[in-house]
């Protein structure tokens, strides 16, 4: 049962032509995240923006990776959670990526990142023991050039989110990208 105050992970995905989309918001059941939550939420979203800023051909999939963790390591050493950013695993427990394509050749692990490859990027802190659970995904396209963010338009930020949990409720078509 959700309650006023608690927030929710919702991780939702769709396929269209065979091609899947995969992505995860954070809402307040309320319609605003309380003070601790939105101290929660912003590390999250400075991960996820930062790790999607790196993303372009030739990069080191890792090397996202660990620009993510080291942000949450460094945000949950500020919440007072963590003593040492590399004990971030204790909020953060699973990876920041996986690939998204109609066919995926059995690849588990990203590597050096190629212009054509889809990928998510979604970092997340749980900490159980506040109930306060906090994830952002995004679908990301490496470009020739660099990345485009295929989920751009759906709300992320808090303002954008409590703005939107104003309303009738929550309309997703509205921020579906147009064919070209």
């Known amino acids: 049962m959700m309650e006023a105050g ?14 899947p989309a995969d992505i995860t ?30 993303v372009a051909p030739g990069v080191d999939y890792q090397e996202i990776s660990q620009k993510a963790a080291d942000i949450i390591g460094e945000g949950l050493v500020n919440l007072g959670k963590i003593e040492d950013k590399s004990e971030f695993r204790k909020y953060y427990f699973h990876g920041l990526s996986h690939h998204l394509g109609a066919r ?25 023991e506040e109930g306060i ?6 679908d990301v396209l490496v470009t020739e050039t660099g ?9 992320k930020t808090i303002s954008d ?14 921020y579906l990208l147009q064919e070209k």
């Not at 605003?32 to 800023?53: C, G, M």
């Not at 659970?133 to 995004?138: A, K, L």
């Not at 989110?161 to 509205?174: F, N, S, V, W």
């Open 6 to 19: 608690d927030v929710v992970v919702v991780d939702m995905g769709a396929t269209w032509k065979h091609y």
């Open 25 to 54: 918001r954070t809402y307040p059941v309320s319609g605003k995240f309380s003070p601790r939550q939105r101290a929660v939420y912003e590390i999250v979203l400075a991960a996820n923006e930062a790790a999607i800023a790196m």
């Open 104 to 128: 995926v050749g059995g690849r588990t692990e990203l590597g050096r990142l190629e212009p054509g490859m889809v990928l998510t990027i979604e970092p997340g802190i749980y900490i159980r």
């Open 133 to 138: 659970g906090v994830r952002i995904e995004d």
């Open 147 to 155: 990345h485009e963010v295929l989920s751009r338009q759906v709300p």
């Open 161 to 174: 989110i409590e703005k939107a949990m104003k309303g009738k409720g929550l309309d997703y078509t509205a």
